[in-house]
């Protein structure tokens, strides 16, 4: 199984400021022959069903601002909030699609500092 | 208007059993795989099972193979989770989703049904 590791599991964050979450796969979940990167982000929030973010790891899903980034290759991978809002706080997760079990990582909770 | 709607959890007592059920409309069923995630009280998110769009392909994650059977009915536009030999820890919200982009990611997600197993 593909192990999911996020850091760090907590994050505060000044609004306006900048947020990077940190995902790590145990191994690769890029698929040479399409050259694309299994791996999807996820925001959450009380009550709510997670919400897709980002998928092949760098692109944005429709509708999402333009402040999420997604980065990363092979087995590290990053996301970015460019400007803090109060919306934002959540728990982000990674997840990996390239293989079953399509596994989660543990989830890193972003509040206001 | 795509959505999923899930149903069937409940209060059952530990060894019970329970069948869930997810219903989708607003999209072509069929041509979609379905996934089962679910998420302790306090936790993250556990990926559960999966369906192929025509039925044949199915996973299961380790915690739940030879407990759980995924199922689904394209004339119904439902796919279902037979639950068996609960356990305290298989009390989750349990949510079904799909990737309607066809991209990978699991974009549309139904507000889950609640599992709890106690005495």
């Known amino acids: 199984d593909i192990v999911m590791t996020q850091s760090p599991d907590s994050l505060a964050v000044s609004l306006g400021e900048r947020a990077t979450i940190n995902c790590r796969s145990s191994?690769?979940?890029?698929?040479?022959?399409?050259?694309?990167?299994?791996l999807a982000w996820y925001q959450q929030k009380p009550g709510q069903p997670p919400k897709l973010l980002i998928y092949w790891a760098s692109t944005r899903e429709s509708g999402v601002p333009d402040r999420f980034s997604g980065s990363g290759s092979g087995t590290d991978f990053t996301l970015t909030i460019s400007s803090l809002q109060a919306e934002d706080v959540a728990v982000y997760y990674c997840q990996q699609y390239y293989s079953t079990p399509y596994t989660f990582g543990q989830g890193t909770k972003l509040e206001i500092k | 208007q795509v959505q999923l709607a899930e149903s069937g959890g409940g209060l059952v007592k530990p060894g019970g059993s329970l069948r869930l059920s997810c219903a989708a409309s607003g999209f072509s069923f069929g041509d979609y795989y379905m996934n089962w995630i679910r998420q302790a009280p306090g936790k993250g998110l556990e990926w559960v099972s999966y369906?192929?769009?025509?039925?044949?392909?199915?996973y299961y994650a380790d915690s739940v193979r030879g407990r759980f059977t995924i199922s689904r009915d394209n004339a119904k536009n439902s796919v279902h989770l037979q639950i068996n030999s609960l356990r305290a820890e298989d009390t989750a919200v349990y949510y079904c989703a799909t990737d309607w982009g066809d991209h990978g990611g699991m974009d549309v997600w139904g507000q889950g049904t609640t599992v709890t197993v106690s005495s």
């Open positions: 191994q690769t979940v890029l698929y040479s022959s399409s050259n694309k990167n299994y």
């Open positions: 369906i192929g769009g025509g039925g044949s392909a199915i």
